[in-house]
């Protein structure tokens, strides 16, 4: 019974499967309406590593986004180099994809996704937060948490641009016309 109602939505909003919860600007909707927004997306087996000294050394998840299919591994580690502007920002092996995880602030784990990737300027990146019960046990050389629930579902509710100043992977691809 549904059907119709159904058909037409996916005629009308190939974009994601769920209403977006961002408003996309007016100077990028024609640079959207060939793609798929990121809409929401879902962190499997969240864990961290902290050192006896309380000193947080590794983060490592897996994200995926149904929507525009990525699926990728996300790992901070003490070879992982931060960037952004407060050095907090780490990237996931899909460079589309970035994250940032802390207990103070906004505590949470927030993940970002690059609107459209390789289009042409400017270059838009949805964020949204997710906020993981931990669930921890003491080691010979620290402590081990995981989130309590297996996998977390976000959804991404924020739409900002990209700072062209931004050290991000990624950046240096040519510009097509
Ligand atoms: C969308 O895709 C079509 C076909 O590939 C192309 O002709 C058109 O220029 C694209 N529009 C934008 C805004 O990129
Ligand atoms: C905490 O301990 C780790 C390893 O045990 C060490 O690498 C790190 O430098 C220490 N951090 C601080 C702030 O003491
Ligand atoms: C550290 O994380 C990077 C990804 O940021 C990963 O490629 C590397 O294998 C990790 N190193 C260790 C020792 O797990």
Redesign the pocket.
Known sequence: MHAPTALFSLVAVASASKPLRYTVPSSFKAAASNCTLPAEFEVTDFTTLTNKNGTLS?VCFQFSDPDTKIQTTC??????AASGPSKNI??C?NANIAFIYQTTGVAGLTLTERACPGGSNPQFEASGLVTPGLDCADTPTGTICHAEQKSLQGDFDSFQPIPSTAPTRGVGRAWRD
């Open positions: 590794t790992q901070r580690n003490s070879t992982s780490y990237g092996d």
